[in-house]
């Protein structure tokens, strides 16, 4: 079965750095688009980061300048490396591949930023 397994998570002090990864096994890595969406506590689930099957990326707006995505398509995984975080960044972040004919999610990883 499809697994996106997150890693990276964790807790920083504002202003801080994390690196996330996302592995993905048994699904094909280079056909889906890759993204990373965030839940915080009481809030919707919201799209961060995405990079598509041919490299590019978008962001949502509050995170540009901040956080970048990439992937490796030898390794099969996708990354968000977030700089300058802030406590509103504080949230699970999940890892999803999707096409036209999938749409996966990972199990999350939680971040905490604190003030």
């Known amino acids: 079965q499809v697994q996106l397994v997150e890693s990276g998570g964790g807790m920083v002090p504002g202003g801080g750095s994390l690196r996330l990864s996302c592995a993905a096994s048994?699904?094909?890595?280079?056909?889906?688009?890759m993204g990373w969406y965030r839940q915080a506590p009481g809030k919707q689930r919201e799209l961060v980061a995405v990079?598509?099957?041919?490299?590019?990326?978008s962001y949502t707006e509050s995170v540009k300048g901040r956080f970048t995505i990439s992937r490796d398509s030898t390794k099969n995984t996708v990354s968000l490396q977030m700089n300058s975080l802030k406590p509103e960044d504080t949230a699970v972040y999940l890892c999803?591949?999707?096409?036209?004919?999938?749409?996966?999610w990972g199990q999350g990883t939680q971040v905490i930023v604190s003030s």
């Open positions: 999803n591949a999707r096409s036209a004919r999938w749409n996966y």
């Open positions: 048994r699904i094909d890595f280079s056909s889906s688009a």
């Open positions: 990079i598509t099957s041919g490299g590019s990326t």
